[in-house]
């Protein structure tokens, strides 16, 4: 079946410049994460969907950083201003029931999205 | 403060010559550790989770183990295609459902 898929596969922006992120989760996944990797670090996380609900935004690197989600869909993860060090590749993953289910379900990832600001 | 730290960051081997992974990690209350393989390029792809102290889990040439302070991923006579990063995660009880990550360990199998 589909799995994670996101889109750009590749971004380059300019300083200053808006970008907006999008992540399809798998079909009937009721969890999504955002998950950025930036070169020789390990995956930092960003923010957690359940259903359209984020329940807490405090791993948003900034204000400048903001996420919603359609339902249990598409979500979108947008970043304004974007600064130099914002390059990193921004990663989606989806689970079958996220904290609902009780248990550690499995996090499927997308192949990421490389952004780089010039 | 819940983390993970992964050794070697670089394994060379041989094709044929096993070797172990290490993942060693620090959280309040454990809910799964997991193990991901991560191409050039790609996004991680889900290998194992494990729960509990003593558990063990098998897949090819991997065999993954969990003590109370640390997990190994055993890889028995790897092949060229078994070259990847492999990266632990875990998931604290009382987190959001997120994964912490190490930094990954960089396996080249060469033939």
């Known amino acids: 079946g589909a799995g994670v898929s996101q889109s750009p596969s590749n971004k380059v922006t300019e300083k200053g410049k808006d970008v907006e992120l999008r992540c399809d989760p798998i079909?009937?996944?009721?969890?999504l994460y955002w998950y950025r990797q930036r070169l020789g670090q390990g995956l930092e996380f960003l923010i957690y969907f359940q259903g359209n609900s984020a329940p807490d935004k405090s791993g948003l690197p900034s204000d400048r950083f903001s996420a919603e989600r359609t339902g249990e869909s598409v979500s979108t993860l947008t970043i304004q201003r974007t600064q130099q060090e914002d390059s990193a590749v921004y990663l989606c993953?989806?689970?079958?029931?996220?904290?609902?289910?009780?248990?550690?379900?499995?996090?499927?990832f997308g192949p990421g999205t490389r952004l780089t600001v010039l | 403060e819940d983390q993970v730290t992964q050794s070697p960051e670089a394994l060379r081997l041989q094709e044929g010559e096993s070797s172990s992974l290490n993942c060693s990690y620090t959280v309040s209350g454990l809910r799964g550790l997991f193990w991901y393989r991560q191409d050039p390029g790609k996004g991680p792809e889900f290998l194992f989770t494990?729960?509990?102290a003593g558990e063990e889990k098998e897949k090819e040439r991997l065999k993954a183990t969990l003590t109370k302070k640390e997990s190994f991923l055993h890889i028995t006579a790897p092949k060229p295609e078994d070259s990847a990063t492999y990266l632990c995660?875990?998931?604290?009880?009382?987190?959001?459902?997120?994964?912490?990550f190490g930094k990954g360990t960089k396996l080249s199998v060469k033939p």
């Open positions: 993953a989806s689970s079958l029931a996220g904290l609902a289910g009780g248990w550690a379900d499995t996090q499927y």
């Open positions: 494990l729960y509990s």
């Open positions: 079909s009937g996944h009721t969890a």
């Open positions: 995660a875990v998931q604290a009880r009382g987190s959001q459902g997120n994964l912490i």
